[in-house]
């Protein structure tokens, strides 16, 4: 899931060199701790929150298929 994670943010984001995922396991939660550069912040979360709320759905997708939850937490 987190190369997953790291495709889709590498075509939002202009740097993606810049992109910093970690993930942590709490429970039957994936936690994906993300950190993009600073001008890239705006386009991850985009307008009223559309691109994060929709990365969020699609990795929770990807989770359901394996029997888990994830999460994404925005690292700034």
Same mark, same amino acid.
């Given at each position: 899931?987190?190369? &997953?994670?790291?495709?889709?943010?590498?075509?939002?984001?202009?740097?993606?060199? #810049?992109?910093?995922?970690?993930?942590?396991?709490?429970?039957? /939660? /994936?936690? &994906?701790?993300?950190?993009?550069?600073e001008a890239d912040r705006g386009r991850i979360i985009g307008k009223q929150?559309?691109?994060?709320? #929709?990365?969020?759905?699609?990795?929770?997708?990807? #989770?359901?298929?394996?029997?888990?939850? #994830?999460?994404?937490?925005?690292?700034?």
């Amino acid at each position: 899931m987190k190369l &997953f994670l790291k495709y889709l943010i590498q075509n939002i984001v202009q740097k993606p060199e #810049a992109i910093k995922i970690e993930k942590r396991e709490e429970k039957e /939660t /994936t936690v &994906f701790l993300v950190d993009v550069d600073e001008a890239d912040r705006g386009r991850i979360i985009g307008k009223q929150g559309k691109v994060i709320i #929709a990365l969020r759905n699609l990795v929770n997708i990807k #989770a359901q298929k394996i029997d888990k939850r #994830a999460q994404i937490s925005l690292n700034f």
